[in-house]
């Protein structure tokens, strides 16, 4: 394995080779580092910096270099970190990258389930990052946090929660998918729901404090703690969609019509991402994006679909947000996808607009 130096955040570490043009290396071909996920992890030590205001105990379960570990210790007050891996390469890797930052950790080489197991408890954070899916490792995680813990977790398997694979779907995650102009936020409303069902199982509910998209993946920063009645709301907040031109409905359903069960709760702490732009450090047009939109209703109008429906040329977005909002309707772009437009005015209401707009 021929190592170079790569730097992110305030830490300089020890990186297989990698050619940025060619995305990250495949699985198996030494130990994991994609650079083009370095406003994931400076998104991870935003949020932990606004949730984790004192020293708590973090598990980075499948460190692979050590970046996101190690970013935790220099960057947050966090100074009790577990790096693990199975990988005996990625450990040995880890182990010079925390010297080589003269930071102290305690570094454990075994699967990521075991560890949970044997640490019940013992961890206010754990860190789920798998190549894929997520769905072998997040129960014992949902399982095994403090009380009131954060589990951070990826899905990379973004094109079978988005509606390319639906058996898989249904078969990884219970819900059956919808590919359609919503179907990023729908992809992440069924790992959510995924997520409050394992919960569940175990008499825990989840809070979702930064829920999003990006690129090729989906990441989701949920509190879990005990108790039953909680759980039990959060199950209701699973819910059957159905899809149809012109938008989509919640009531009245025959399940075997609809897509999901989604989580239909909120996907952000409003609190958090008030502390993240305090914080500041993050991409400020990322953080306004997520703050407008954190306070709608899921799901959103795609103005491109409404205009070719319709036949007419699509407005500019910004033209059709202001006299929405001029009509005392409430509008926002969603980080989703830039032709989304979310908006508490029914569909009749834009469809009227877009016709008024193009005569
Ligand atoms: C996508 S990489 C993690 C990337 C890393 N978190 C980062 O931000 O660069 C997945 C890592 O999980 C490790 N892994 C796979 N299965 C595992 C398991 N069951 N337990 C622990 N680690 C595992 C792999 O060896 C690999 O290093």
Redesign the pocket.
Known sequence: MNLVEASEGEVKIRVPEFDDSQGPKE?GDG????PS?EK??DIFISFLKSWAQKDLSLL??????G??GIRALKETPISKVTM????EE?VNLIRKNVEKNSVQANITH????KHIIKNRYDYDYI?I???GTPV??YPLAARCVSHQGVVGVSATDTAVLSGTYPKTCLRKYSSKPANNWCRHENGLRILIAYCAREAARHDRWIRPLLSYFEGHHFRTYLQIGEGKRKADDCLKKLKHIRFDERGWRTKNLKVEDCSGPFWTGQLFSEKVLQNMEKIGKLDEDLLEQWKSECSFDPLFYDTNKISSTLKVAPPPIDEIMEILEEKGFKTSRTHFSPTGLKTDAPYRELEELFIELSE
Do not use: Q, T
């Open positions: 699985k130990v994991f580092y994609n996920m994931s992890r980075d379960g499948m460190a692979a270099s970046i996101r693990n891996d199975i990988s990625a075994e699967s990521v389930e860190d990052d798998p190549f072998p490792y």
